[in-house]
């Protein structure tokens, strides 16, 4: 992600492609809109969970967990107080950045695999209390039918406010992994000792990076409401953790917008192939299997590779 | 105790006998994780499901030879059925993964749990599947004024059996140590001569094994279903992670105070018994972030 702030091309192309997915909306079916909704909400979790994994080098291995805090701190907010919705849409993901500072604190202290296994385990636990407080968060019944505010209305309106904050996160996104702070976060991913010795506080940008990561994964939850209205504690369990990674692995790790396109091919497989079989899961095993074995970069990774540097560079990133 | 009503000493001995009872259990397929988590570095998600398949297996076991002694058979030949499948996954996939990072070893798993888990569906469907114990299992005994169930006693005794047959193995047996040491420092190990790539198949399919048998020793307490590699695998990770990663003893540990922190649990808070034991779980970890006994790693 070094080199010049703004690659015109890209810049251009995205551009163009968010006014076509704004325009979208009155000539295609009811369900694919709710299907794109989807892929956007999905995407912004996934790409999230790549800053820490993918950029930062952090074992997150229970994200979802923020996603669920997010959505049902939206959901709770909306369904048993009286304050106006934006407090709840605010309060969302500033839930699950605090939940992410807290659980972050106790884990930045730990590396690689206990790191992850710690974040499990703290994770596990509000999973537990969710799934478990029936007359709190509904229990593993979870919540339906979460009142909306009137521009939020109609399926067309919520895509267009999904789609728009999605922008502004995707474009956020993209400005704190080039400022200083992004490119000391990749320096950490690939060299934690060296950085250590030139003077960076690992420990902090890391503990700063899970907060930027779990407020994004709980807009993220907030946008699932809006698209949803409901909630349940499935958003909280660990096979979604899972999945997320598995959309970044799809789209590639190393890439800014490679989650984004695992999300869309995770979501639309789900979607199409669930259609026709029941087994879609299988499907996405064995692809996954492939994938591992002769993509490891990821879709977005592989073709970046071909059409730019020929792979240069690549290499290294992907052996710390 | 004024805060816990209506709880008896035969209550609460029943109830802790349950707990140890489903620890064995739990320990059963932990020791194999942790195995496995000790000598290959590799967190595999897979091991529920096969743990699910040494469920499932044992069900259409036991019902094909019928009667009481249809279960024996299953008992013995699940935890085989289950290495067998381990055995072609790591000889067929797994083995040219190893060099890989640990993420990718872990998606791996996860897709082979995956795999498995819709092959189970398309193998015995969605239903909900029992197990009867055998005859001589039924019933219950009383201990102290507690009414047991005897099969939870069995289950306690094949623990202990497991715990001492794999110390033996680990600590008396060749292939026992030269693991350990491939655990250790695997490099040296291939230095010396000895076939690590082979050792890494036999350690992963021990694991798998212990996998399958706690799957087989769980089939009649619980309804077999869909889903219970999930709840089964995080429980199993968190165990080994506390007990410190790769230390079998310490995945005996994990699972008595997962086991019986869920059945007291049980006592003192019903509808929040499956919070307890993840309760213990951070707060075990938040004083010994490595586990409570030393790890291999």
């Not at chain 2, 249809?70 to 381990?86: D, E, K, N, R, T």
């Amino acid at each position: 992600m070094s080199g010049k702030l703004l690659d015109f091309k890209a810049a251009g192309f995205t551009f163009v492609l968010f006014l076509i997915l704004l325009l979208l909306p009155p000539f295609i079916p009811r369900f694919f809109v709710y299907i794109l909704g989807l892929i956007y909400v999905t995407s912004l979790l996934a790409m999230s969970l790549n800053l820490l994994v993918g950029h930062g080098g952090m074992y997150q291995f229970h994200h979802a967990v923020f996603y669920g805090v997010g959505a049902y701190a939206v959901a709770l907010i909306l369904t048993k107080t009286s304050l106006p919705a934006w407090v709840a849409f605010i309060g969302g993901p500033i839930l699950a950045a605090l939940t992410g500072l807290i659980i972050g604190w106790f884990c930045v202290r730990l590396t690689r695999l206990y790191f992850g296994m710690l974040q499990i385990s703290l994770c596990s636990l509000i999973w537990a209390i969710v799934y478990r407080w029936y007359k709190f968060t509904g229990g593993d019944d979870g919540i339906h039918g979460i009142p909306m505010p009137r521009f939020l209305s109609s399926l067309n309106s919520s895509y267009y406010f999904i789609l728009i904050v999605l922008a502004l996160s995707f474009f956020l996104l993209y400005l704190i992994l080039k400022s200083p702070f992004g490119s000391t976060l990749q320096a950490i991913r690939d060299n934690p000792q060296r950085c250590e010795a030139v003077g960076i506080n690992v420990r902090r940008h890391q503990l700063r990076a899970i907060v930027i990561g779990t407020f994004f994964a709980g807009i993220a939850g907030v946008l699932f409401v809006v698209l949803e209205r409901s909630v349940f504690p499935d958003l909280l369990f660990w096979v979604l953790s899972l999945e997320i990674f598995i959309m970044c692995l799809l789209g590639g790790w190393f890439t800014f917008a490679g989650p984004m396109l695992g999300a869309a091919i995770t979501v639309a497989l789900r979607t199409f192939v669930g259609k026709y079989t029941e087994y879609w899961t299988l499907i996405l095993g064995v692809l996954l299997i492939l994938l591992i074995f002769f993509l490891p970069e990821g879709v977005m990774g592989y073709f970046l590779g071909v059409f730019k540097s020929r792979g240069k560079g690549m290499a290294e990133r992907r052996n710390p | 105790m004024g805060f816990l009503p209506n709880i008896g000493p035969a209550e609460f001995l029943s109830q802790l006998l349950v707990g140890f009872s489903r620890a064995m259990i739990l320990f059963t397929v932990c020791a194999g994780l942790s195995f496995v988590l000790g000598v290959l570095r590799v967190p595999n998600i897979a091991h529920g499901s096969l743990y699910m398949i040494g469920a499932f297996v044992t069900f259409s076991l036991s019902k094909s030879f019928g009667g009481s002694s249809g279960f024996w058979f299953a008992l013995l030949l699940a935890p085989l059925v289950v290495a067998g499948i381990s055995l072609v996954a790591e000889r067929g996939l797994f083995r040219h993964l190893y060099q890989r990072e640990h993420l990718m070893l872990l998606l791996f798993t996860f897709a082979l749990a995956l795999i498995l888990g819709d092959l189970v569906k398309i193998f015995w469907g969605a239903e909900y599947r029992s197990v009867p114990a055998p005859d001589i299992l039924k019933g219950s005994i009383s201990i102290l004024g507690a009414s047991f169930p005897r099969y939870n006693l069995f289950l306690i005794f094949i623990g202990l059996l497991v715990a001492v047959a794999l110390w033996l193995f680990v600590n008396r047996t060749k292939i026992g140590k030269i693991s350990r040491a491939a655990a250790v420092d695997r490099d040296m190990v291939a230095l010396l001569g000895i076939n690590v790539s082979r050792v890494f198949a036999g350690a992963f399919v021990i694991g798998c094994c212990l996998a399958g048998l706690g799957g087989a020793l769980v089939a009649p307490t619980v309804s077999i279903t869909l889903g219970m590699d999930h709840t089964l695998i995080i429980e199993a990770f968190l165990i080994v992670t506390i007990g410190g990663l790769g230390n079998m003893w310490g995945a005996l540990v994990g699972s008595l105070i997962f086991g019986v922190t869920q059945s007291l649990g049980v006592l003192i808070f019903p509808q929040f018994a499956i919070v307890f034991p993840f309760a213990a779980v951070v707060i075990v970890l938040l004083l010994r972030p490595k586990g409570l006994l030393k790890s291999v790693w």
